[in-house]
Structure formats: C-alpha cells, structure tokens
C-alpha cells in the first residue's frame, strides 16, 4: 500500500482475484454453450473501466458491453480486441467512429435503421448491429410489432451484419413479479417466430443479472450480467451455485485529524450532530466530491481496528468526522468506510439501504478522485493516474 498515487490518503481497492472468481462461477453456472457478455458501463460499475476489462479477458468473457461509444473507444484504446457492444441509443454523427473502432451497437428503432444505411452508404462501409426489441422496458427498443420491419430492413441492405437481437428486463429484481415472466415469453415468442432462436450466427440475448439468477430457460445464446459479476446480488434467491459470488470493492482512507468534541458541542455544517458526552471525534477525508453520498449523513459507519463507529455530522465535500466515544484513534489510522475489516463488513447493499437508493449508484458515484488500487494473487497494482508532469504537457 505504500506508493499511492500523489501519496492520497484515502483509496478504493478491488479485488481481481474475487473478481476473476465471480466471473468463473457465472461461467460454470451457463455453462460452454451461452456466452458471457460482461457489462462494464459507468466506469466499469465503478471498479475501473480498463481494469476490469482486462481482468475479464484473462477471465475468458466472450465480450464486453458499454453504455456509450466513448466507454468503447477508451476499451479499444487500451487494447482490448474482444467483441463490444455498445447498449445506449446511437446518434448520427458517432456513425462513422463506430466503424473505425470497430464496435458493435445497438439499432432500437426503423428510424435509426434508416439513418445508419444512409450514414453506410456514405462511408461505403458495413456495420455490425444488435437490434434491441422492447418487451416492456419503455426505454430503448422496437414495438414486437415493429420488430419485423426492422428485420426485413436489415436483410434488404447489404451494410447490416446483424450480430444479436436482444430485450431488457424491467422488474426482474423484484423475484416474483409477474411482468418479468411476461417479458420473457414475449421474448421466446418474438424470436421463435422470426426463426431466430435456432440461427447460430445471431446472437439471442436477454438475461441481466436478475434474470440469470430467475429464468435459466431464458439464458439462450448470451448472458448481460453486470452487477452480479460485481458481487451484487440482484435478489435474495441467488442459486447455491452461485454463492462463492462476492464483492470486490472497498474504500479505505488515513485519519487525518484528531479532536476531543465537549458536551453540547455541534459538529460539522448545521450541527446536524451535538455530542452528548465529550466524545473523541476523528475526521476522514473522503467526502460528497469523491462520490460518498451526503444522504449518508448521520446514518452510516466506518469501520476502525474491527469496530463500527457512526459518522456524524454532514457528509462535507472532502471531509467526514466519526465518533470514536472514548476509544483511542490516531492520525494515519487506516478506516474502512466500505469491506471488511477483521470480522466486520460495511456491505454496498448496507449503505445502498440507508442512502435509500440502488447498490449500483453507491458503487457508480465514486469517481476518480480516490486512486483505485487493484490486486492480484501476485501484486497490487495502481491505476494510471497522471503525473503532474504529464497534466502539464
Ligand atoms: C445495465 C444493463 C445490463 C446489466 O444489468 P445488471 O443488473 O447489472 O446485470 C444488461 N443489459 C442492459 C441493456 C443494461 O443496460
């Protein structure tokens, strides 16, 4: 841990080897025959963006997804060959990088098929697409009843390698809402009655991490799960099989201020915390800017030498305080604001639950201001953060 980046004094460590194993345990789970798309958008959940996706092609992934063509671009940039799918909406004027960059994107509408054949003929040039189908989502994605069309479009113009057609799950997290089933027929349904299920080269896709873990039937030719490859659980009904799946990340930082905190005394903007003994106070810096949600407030603990303490006072933008009671706490001790620590573990779903919002959002907010440092069975490696030097240049 000794050379981190600008000596920073608080990190965001992930952890490859739980990582490698949580993709080779979905990998046994479908088995050779369904392919493994990873997701990786929004900085990779987080975790890094070129990290990960490295780590997933050691980890054999067959190809990776992103949400945006910047996400592909910085993938190829850094050297990764293997198919990427780029799931968001597309816009006219990326037409053109998507072909040198060689990535796979998603049509979601006729219009859109439209623009992209005039965009092809332009540039004389073919690309390779999913066509998104919505079967309830209301998102992205054609009408089943649309679908069709877009087919036939596709095969009367010759710029189209339609490499998958695919849907996206709406409730598939809550396990027993019925309109997942619905959207999974509708579906099987679609792509039966296109003869596409039983076409080896395009691609059926609708399974996210949810619907991995609730409609096996439903992982045909390809598998999307992203946050269970994170290490979070979409639902509580994770199969056995899958239970070796455990999280990767974690934040830590260096205390970096000590006081003693009077009875009656207010701490931090508003006071929104008044001690109610003399209390010893320490104060962290990591803050809202790092992506620490400030909802937090008053609300979450760190964790210390194997012990919980709450954080009091509003979350700052730099900066938290934690209330240690009558415990002993130094400059430079190392807290746990998310992992474990000895036998005690701040989960994602924990601060998720008192943020009163998504694990992905905890995780997706933190940003690069905390270096992240990634660990290997032999290693631990820094990201890529610039030097000075290099800002300058
Ligand atoms: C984000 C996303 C996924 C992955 O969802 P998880 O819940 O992380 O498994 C799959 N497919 C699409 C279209 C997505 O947008």
Same mark, same amino acid.
């Given at each position: ?11 965001i460590e992930v952890?490859l080897?739980?990582f490698k194993? #949580?993709i ?13 798309c990873l997701p990786i958008k929004s900085n990779a959940y987080g975790h890094g963006l070129v990290h990960i996706a490295h780590a997933a092609v050691a980890a054999?992934v067959?190809s990776l997804a992103v949400s945006c063509l910047q996400e592909g671009i910085l993938l190829r940039q850094a050297n990764i060959k293997i198919p990427i799918l780029v799931l968001g ?12 960059y060689?990535l ?19 540039? #004389? ?29 596709? /095969? ?24 997942? /089933? ?6 099987? #349904? ?29 992982? &045909?030719?390809?598998?999307r799960?992203g946050g269970?490859a994170f ?6 009904? +994770? ?9 990767c990340f ?11 905190? &009077? ?28 992506g620490?949600? /400030? ?8 964790? &210390? ?6 954080? +009091? ?19 430079? #001790? ?16 924990? &601060? ?8 992905y959002?905890?995780l997706c907010g933190f940003n690069n201001r905390l270096p992240r440092v990634y ?6 490696v820094w990201e890529n953060v610039l ?7």
């Amino acid at each position: 841990m000794m050379d981190v980046p600008f000596n920073h004094p608080a990190w965001i460590e992930v952890d490859l080897v739980q990582f490698k194993q #949580n993709i080779h345990a979905i990998k046994q789970y479908i088995g050779s025959s369904v392919k493994l798309c990873l997701p990786i958008k929004s900085n990779a959940y987080g975790h890094g963006l070129v990290h990960i996706a490295h780590a997933a092609v050691a980890a054999k992934v067959d190809s990776l997804a992103v949400s945006c063509l910047q996400e592909g671009i910085l993938l190829r940039q850094a050297n990764i060959k293997i198919p990427i799918l780029v799931l968001g909406a597309i816009h006219i004027e990326q037409i053109a990088d998507f072909i040198d960059y060689d990535l796979e994107f998603t049509i979601s509408s006729h219009f859109k098929a439209k623009m992209v054949a005039q965009a092809c003929e332009f540039l #004389n040039k073919t690309v390779k697409v999913h066509l998104e189908v919505d079967t309830g989502m209301n998102r992205t994605g054609v009408r089943v009843e649309t679908g069709p069309m877009v087919l036939e479009f596709f /095969r009367m113009h010759k710029c189209f390698i339609l490499k998958g057609v695919y849907s996206h799950l709406a409730t598939a997290d809550e396990p027993d809402h019925p309109f997942s /089933r619905r959207q999974v027929d509708k579906f099987l #349904n679609f792509i039966s009655e296109q003869g596409l299920r039983d076409n080896k080269d395009i691609l059926c896709h609708l399974s996210n991490s949810a619907g991995l873990v609730s409609f096996p039937e439903a992982n &045909l030719d390809m598998v999307r799960p992203g946050g269970l490859a994170f290490g979070c659980y979409p639902n509580p009904y +994770v199969p056995t099989e899958l239970s070796v799946i455990k999280p990767c990340f974690a934040v830590r930082a260096k205390v970096s201020y000590f006081k003693t905190v &009077l009875k009656g005394e207010g701490v931090s903007y508003s006071h929104s915390y008044v001690a109610q003994t003399n209390i010893h106070l320490l104060t962290v810096p990591v803050g809202y800017g790092d992506g620490l949600r /400030r909802s937090l407030s008053n609300k979450a603990s760190i964790l &210390l030498n194997g012990k919980r303490y709450p954080m +009091v006072g509003n979350i700052c933008m730099d900066q938290f305080m934690v209330d240690i009671g009558q415990d002993p706490g130094y400059v430079g #001790n190392v807290v746990t604001i998310i992992g474990k620590d000895q036998d005690q573990d701040i989960t994602i779903e924990e &601060l998720s639950q008192l943020a009163n919002t998504h694990p992905y959002e905890i995780l997706c907010g933190f940003n690069n201001r905390l270096p992240r440092v990634y660990h290997t069975e032999t290693q631990s490696v820094w990201e890529n953060v610039l030097t000075v030097e290099q800002m300058a240049e």
